[in-house]
């Protein structure tokens, strides 16, 4: 904690690298309402700062992609703009990724802070950035399997990867950087 936030500092030890990832997996779980996080994401050669959720009981619909995943924000290295992404069966096996379409790039003010969330109800996922609705996932009739697996309670993320296939190799003159969260917040739905 620092400054009033808490902060997730990516460091080089060694030859590897040492991150953080705050979850709420066994402690708390959420079935609808709206999420967000105010975050100042860091910029580097091979960094993925990320706020997601995932469902806490993966056995019900089955091991990922089946359990489905709801990606509020990740942003690959120095891009002025971030993903928000939904992965199911439907999306991730099937391919099904335009009916609907299963996500979008947004741009952001990438040395701010900024508001990421996604409202979550019985029949959709409506995403939003700095106030501002970006997409949204309904559930849709479909014969095809697995297009909605969202309606089981979920815990929420947040993590600073580096490396992968995805984002690619870190380059270490980047480091140290700090993935600064001003606070993240949970609203209720109200009937």
């Known amino acids: ?8 500092q990516p460091l ?9 990832r705050i979850n709420t997996l066994g402690k708390h779980e959420f079935l609808y309402g709206r999420f967000e996080a105010r975050l100042k994401v860091p910029e580097g050669k091979g960094f993925l700062p990320a706020f997601w959720m995932m ?10 992609p089946k ?44 040395h701010e802070f900024n508001v990421f969330g996604v409202d979550f109800f019985p029949d959709s996922l409506v995403f939003h950035v700095n106030g501002v609705k970006t997409f949204t996932y309904p559930r849709i009739e479909t014969d ?12 929420l993320l947040i ?16 480091l140290p950087v700090e993935m600064a969260i001003d606070w993240i917040r949970h609203y209720q739905l109200v009937d």
């Open 159 to 174: 993590d600073m990867q580096l490396g992968g296939t995805w984002v690619g190799e870190v380059d270490p003159t980047g």
């Open 12 to 20: 080089k030890k060694g030859k590897s690298y040492t991150s953080g």
């Open 1 to 8: 904690v620092k400054d009033g936030m808490l902060i997730i």
């Open 144 to 155: 095809k399997k697995g297009q909605f697996p969202f309606d089981v309670p979920q815990y």
């Open 55 to 64: 469902p806490a009981d993966e056995s019900f619909y089955g091991q990922w």
């Open 67 to 110: 359990c489905g995943e709801i990606d509020i924000m990740e942003r690959l290295n120095q891009d002025a703009f971030v993903y928000q992404t939904v992965h199911s069966y439907y999306t991730h096996t099937l391919k099904e990724k335009d009916n609907p379409p299963n996500g979008t790039i947004v741009s952001i003010n990438p």
